[in-house]
């Protein structure tokens, strides 16, 4: 029962590269999003998808890309990370979009240099 | 433009005793608000929910109050355990959208 799967864990980045962060749910859930962690300033909503095939911007979504090709996957792609990108990342799925709870995986620490 | 905020970064509280976080929003769309415990090194993970035709829900030790008027829940630990000790999160989202939205997070603290 995996629920939630980010890959990597982990991951230091040159100011300049791009790398996508990967994110898999095995509940068949309609619904994901990603979130940023920053000291201070609680889980920020970057991108979201409501179903394959569709996505839309949450508050801080600029130097992200996302795609949503299948039900399944939804990764983050940054495609010239800078220092400022330097945080946590949460990938997280709900069931639909009313009215149900987020269910997040286990994060992925993203360093910038 | 915080729409949801937690005004308490930190609460230290004795084990056994209440602890209180709250949370503030401002957007009266909202409808269905949630509470997160997140520990170190882990996602959060989902606490208690409250409708907004609801004034109160209660599961276990933990309760948590809507004041639709105030724009205000607030999340109730009774009796306050170690375990506990974590950050708090609590989360907001409105029918007419699809957005969930985090508040800043506040700290808790449980000592013997």
């Known amino acids: 029962n995996a629920g939630v799967t980010q890959t990597p864990k982990f991951q230091v980045l040159k100011t300049g590269q791009s790398m996508t962060l990967q994110c898999a749910q095995d509940m068949n859930h309609e619904y994901m999003s990603w979130y940023r962690q920053d000291p201070g300033m609680g889980l920020r909503l970057i991108h979201y998808?409501?179903?394959?095939?569709?996505?839309d911007q949450g508050e801080v979504p600029n130097g992200y890309n996302v795609s949503r090709s299948t039900t399944e996957d939804f990764p983050l792609r940054l495609l010239s990370a800078a220092p400022s990108q330097t945080s946590v990342y949460f990938c997280?799925?709900?069931?639909?979009?009313?009215?149900?709870?987020?269910?997040f995986g286990q994060g992925t620490r993203l360093t910038v240099v | 433009d915080q729409q949801v905020k937690q005004n308490s970064p930190s609460l230290s509280v004795q084990e056994g005793r209440i602890s209180i976080l709250n949370c503030d929003y401002t957007?009266?769309?909202?409808?269905?608000f949630l509470w997160y415990k997140k520990y170190p090194a882990e996602g959060p993970t989902f606490l208690i929910s409250?409708?907004?035709?609801?004034d109160k829900n209660e599961d276990g030790r933990f309760t948590v109050f809507l004041n639709k008027s105030a724009k205000h829940l607030s999340l109730h630990i009774v009796p306050s355990q170690p375990g506990d000790s974590a950050v708090y999160f609590c989360a907001a989202s409105a029918s007419n959208t699809d957005k969930l939205i985090f508040g800043t997070g506040t700290r808790l603290q449980v000592f013997p």
């Open positions: 957007n009266s769309m909202f409808d269905y």
């Open positions: 998808s409501v179903g394959a095939g569709i996505t």
């Open positions: 997280a799925s709900r069931r639909d979009r009313v009215n149900t709870e987020a269910f």
């Open positions: 409250i409708s907004s035709i609801k």
